[in-house]
């Protein structure tokens, strides 16, 4: 059963973003998405788990040089630009969050990538792209801020060639939640802008209803979520040691967002996986 905030919209998200984007990135290690820990050496940092994640999805995508790949929700432009420099493909990446879009711009110039790599304001609902003029796709913690999913997916399944290749990075149901665990839950899909979260194990009849086919199902949640809320946590405090000043936020969004990971932490239910699909 689908879990979220039913008043999530796109314009909520990316006003989201106006606010809760520079404290992400600095939770985050420079980035805006979850570390993958799995063999990273002890004492290993933010950062190198977040580029170990973009890793493993560049993987998963499989792309090579002259391929053109569609970033839906690109954030500060980051991964795209590494995925761009690991294979050589053209990437587009679009995002709801005109300041976003601006910054990705801006490091896309100063890593000399602007002539493969462009960031566009967009809605993944509404992809202003040609039928069939992609060759792969992916979502790197977007896609849970979708209110209508199976819209989304659809649109990706029009805009890939036959046999492009669709990743998912997303936080998932392991195991259905209850409805008490649900109600538990609410002030975290609403600080959080949490639009649907799904079981896993409803992966497949979705890619297929929206003309997608499942390829490889990979529940990471035991090298992600844990030991990415205790950097954060870690970060946090050597903050405050160094009597550093926060990223301008408002207080009680850092409040709210402090709250929700710790609610986020004690709920077994809620994992992170990454999801790849095909265009038959």
């Given at each position: 059963m689908r879990r979220g905030d039913s008043g999530v919209t796109a314009e909520k998200v990316a006003r989201y973003y106006d606010e809760a984007s520079e404290l992400i990135s600095a939770d985050l290690g420079g980035g805006l998405h979850f570390g993958y820990w799995k063999d990273l050496p002890q004492g290993g940092s933010m950062a190198e788990a977040s580029r170990r994640m973009t890793q493993l999805m560049i993987d998963k995508l499989g792309v090579g040089a002259g391929r053109r790949v569609l970033d839906v929700g690109c954030g500060t432009g980051g991964p795209a630009l590494d995925l761009a420099a690991a294979t050589g493909a053209e990437v587009v990446g679009i995002d709801l969050n005109e300041r976003h879009v601006r910054l990705a711009g801006e490091l896309a110039g100063r890593r000399r990538l602007a002539d493969r790599v462009s960031?566009?304001?967009?809605?993944?609902?509404?992809l202003a792209f040609a039928s069939g003029s992609f060759d792969g796709a992916w979502m790197l913690e977007s896609f849970f801020h979708m209110p209508d999913q199976a819209r989304v997916l659809r649109e990706i399944a029009r805009v890939l060639r036959p046999g492009g290749r669709l990743a998912i990075a997303n936080l998932v149901?392991?195991?259905?939640?209850?409805?008490?665990?649900?109600a538990a839950l609410e002030e975290l899909w609403r600080v959080g802008h949490v639009a649907a979260l799904l079981p896993l194990a409803d992966y497949p009849a979705l890619l297929a209803d929206c003309g997608l086919a499942l390829e490889d199902v990979l529940d990471i949640s035991d090298h992600t979520t844990r030991q990415t809320f205790a950097a954060i946590r870690e970060l946090h405090a050597a903050r405050l040691r160094a009597e550093a000043s926060s990223p301008d936020a408002p207080v009680e969004l850092k409040q709210d967002m402090d709250g929700g990971m710790e609610l986020f932490s004690a709920t077994p239910e809620i994992g992170f996986a990454i999801v790849v699909a095909t265009r038959p």
């Open positions: 960031f566009h304001r967009g809605d993944a609902a509404r149901q392991r195991t259905p939640l209850s409805d008490e665990r649900n």
